[in-house]
């Protein structure tokens, strides 16, 4: 159920917007076998439910806290409707007390409330779901909790049944360990560029260590999507709110932005320092490959603070389609290199690896690839007459350019 009435028609009719593998073949195996419908409206949708998800969106709210308006809205919605017993699910990613605000706005004690917070990446987010690390449930109902947990028994992944604080506080505290992790790698990529090192053969040999493991050690142009940015800073207030100074966490946020500032002083120092009327081409505008998400994406970030400083931009993704201010939208990547000073790539699509980059250096004006994701192979660009430099490694320099 959904209260946008287009979007409830496009999916009734089997057409998923958003860019997700394997998600359009599962609606639309639902809606053959009558087993998945789409309504506006929750009121009548829940009257016979066993069980209710709320998967609402709880963005960044006024000075950094979760916004909890479509969560509230929707309980108070449904709750005098909903049949004793059921039990009332939340998938949002919300604040510790969620759950005993939403046994408040209920009103009832036949309505056990359950926080089952979701761990999808977007991107693989149907691979995520069918193959879990683990289900987290938690309620001030146990019973409620192990029975909404042994919904996902088919899945055979491990089952954490806990209270509801702690069931809320798991998702906050994954996301922003993830955080730490990406902003500590960069602040290393960083120190890399400064002495001579190699990033990826400091994070190649951390990545052996099974305490440490090898996901997340990527530097790059910052981190950004729909979830990392709302929650580090829902996290930090929720400390406040217990008068805790949640330091480490602060620094990795501050770390973030100043990432985005090193990119940009990258980018600058590669057309000799001032941005104003430089061409610049980008390579990549979701926030990671594999989704059209635009949301927070470093992409977006960085190619906003170049425009504010003068820079014309020519952008492709090959998932993003349709304007977006202060830039050139193409639908083809060789045409950001047309009369371009630089070509920046700043999302991860594989393709990009594969383009023809003689073919690229030839409609280039410069020389040079900023590579924000250490995608390409810096030999494959040199041999193209460009020069190469990426985030935490050392530059591979230009051959002479053959006109």
Same mark, same amino acid.
């Given at each position: 159920?959904?209260?946008?009435?287009? $979007? &409830?028609?496009?999916?009734?009719? %089997?057409? =998923?917007?958003?860019? *997700?593998?394997?998600?359009?073949?599962?609606?639309?195996?639902?809606?053959?076998?009558?087993?998945?419908? +789409?309504?506006?409206?929750?009121?009548? !949708?829940?009257?016979?439910?066993?069980?209710? +998800?709320?998967?609402?969106?709880?963005?960044?709210?006024?000075?950094?806290?979760?916004?909890?308006?479509? &969560?509230?809205?929707?309980?108070?919605?449904?709750?005098?409707?909903?049949?004793?017993?059921?039990?009332? =699910?939340?998938?949002?990613?919300?604040?510790?007390?969620?759950?005993?605000?939403?046994? *408040?706005?209920?009103?009832?004690?036949?309505?056990?409330?359950?926080?089952?917070?979701?761990?999808?990446?977007?991107?693989?987010?149907?691979?995520?779901?069918?193959?879990?690390?683990?289900?987290?449930?938690?309620?001030?109902?146990?019973?409620?909790?192990?029975?909404?947990?042994?919904?996902?028994?088919?899945?055979?992944?491990?089952?954490?049944?806990?209270?509801?604080?702690?069931?809320?506080?798991?998702?906050?505290?994954?996301?922003?360990?993830?955080?730490?992790?990406?902003?500590?790698?960069?602040?290393?990529?960083?120190?890399?560029?400064?002495?001579?090192?190699?990033?990826?053969?400091?994070?190649?040999?951390?990545?052996?260590?099974?305490?440490?493991?090898?996901? +997340?050690?990527?530097?790059?142009?910052?981190?950004?999507?729909?979830?990392?940015?709302?929650?580090?800073?829902?996290?930090? $207030?929720?400390?406040?709110?217990?008068?805790?100074? +949640?330091?480490?966490?602060?620094?990795?946020?501050?770390?973030?932005? !100043?990432?985005?500032?090193?990119?940009?002083?990258?980018?600058?120092?590669?057309? %000799?320092?001032?941005?104003?009327?430089?061409?610049? %081409?980008?390579?990549?505008?979701?926030?990671?490959?594999?989704?059209?998400?635009?949301?927070?994406?470093?992409?977006?970030?960085?190619?906003?603070?170049?425009?504010?400083? %003068?820079?014309?931009?020519?952008?492709?993704?090959?998932?993003?389609?349709?304007?977006?201010?202060?830039?050139?939208?193409?639908?083809?990547?060789?045409?950001?290199? $047309?009369?371009?000073?630089?070509?920046?790539?700043?999302?991860?699509?594989?393709?990009?690896?594969?383009?023809?980059?003689?073919?690229?250096?030839?409609?280039?004006?410069?020389?040079?690839?900023?590579?924000?994701?250490?995608?390409?192979?810096?030999?494959?660009?040199?041999?193209?007459?460009?020069?190469?430099?990426?985030?935490?490694?050392?530059?591979?320099?230009? $051959?002479?350019?053959?006109?």
């Amino acid at each position: 159920m959904d209260v946008d009435r287009a $979007k &409830v028609s496009r999916l009734a009719a %089997g057409r =998923v917007d958003i860019l *997700e593998p394997g998600l359009d073949d599962l609606v639309n195996r639902g809606l053959a076998a009558g087993r998945l419908r +789409f309504v506006v409206g929750a009121r009548d !949708a829940v009257r016979d439910a066993q069980a209710v +998800f709320l998967c609402v969106p709880t963005p960044m709210g006024a000075g950094g806290s979760a916004d909890l308006r479509a &969560v509230e809205a929707v309980t108070a919605e449904i709750g005098d409707v909903l049949p004793a017993g059921c039990a009332l =699910v939340t998938k949002s990613t919300v604040p510790v007390g969620t759950s005993k605000r939403i046994r *408040e706005l209920v009103g009832r004690t036949d309505v056990p409330v359950v926080s089952n917070p979701e761990f999808l990446r977007e991107g693989t987010a149907v691979a995520d779901f069918l193959g879990p690390d683990r289900i987290v449930v938690g309620s001030a109902d146990l019973a409620a909790a192990r029975w909404v947990g042994d919904l996902y028994a088919e899945l055979d992944a491990p089952v954490v049944v806990a209270d509801a604080a702690s069931a809320e506080l798991v998702k906050y505290a994954a996301n922003c360990y993830l955080a730490l992790k990406l902003s500590y790698v960069n602040s290393i990529a960083e120190l890399c560029e400064r002495l001579g090192a190699d990033i990826d053969l400091v994070t190649e040999g951390m990545g052996y260590d099974r305490r440490i493991g090898r996901t +997340f050690l990527k530097p790059g142009p910052g981190w950004g999507g729909s979830c990392l940015p709302k929650d580090t800073s829902a996290l930090v $207030k929720v400390a406040e709110s217990v008068n805790y100074d +949640f330091t480490m966490l602060t620094s990795a946020i501050d770390e973030n932005i !100043a990432q985005r500032d090193r990119i940009v002083a990258k980018i600058a120092g590669a057309v %000799g320092g001032t941005l104003a009327g430089a061409r610049i %081409g980008v390579l990549g505008l979701a926030f990671k490959a594999g989704t059209n998400d635009l949301r927070d994406s470093p992409a977006l970030a960085v190619s906003s603070v170049l425009g504010a400083l %003068g820079a014309e931009l020519t952008a492709y993704d090959p998932a993003v389609d349709g304007e977006i201010a202060g830039m050139t939208v193409v639908d083809d990547a060789y045409q950001v290199a $047309k009369d371009a000073d630089v070509v920046v790539v700043l999302t991860e699509w594989a393709e990009f690896k594969h383009l023809d980059w003689a073919a690229m250096a030839e409609l280039m004006d410069g020389i040079d690839v900023v590579d924000t994701r250490n995608l390409l192979d810096p030999r494959a660009i040199v041999d193209a007459g460009l020069s190469w430099q990426g985030v935490g490694r050392p530059r591979a320099a230009a $051959k002479i350019k053959v006109s």
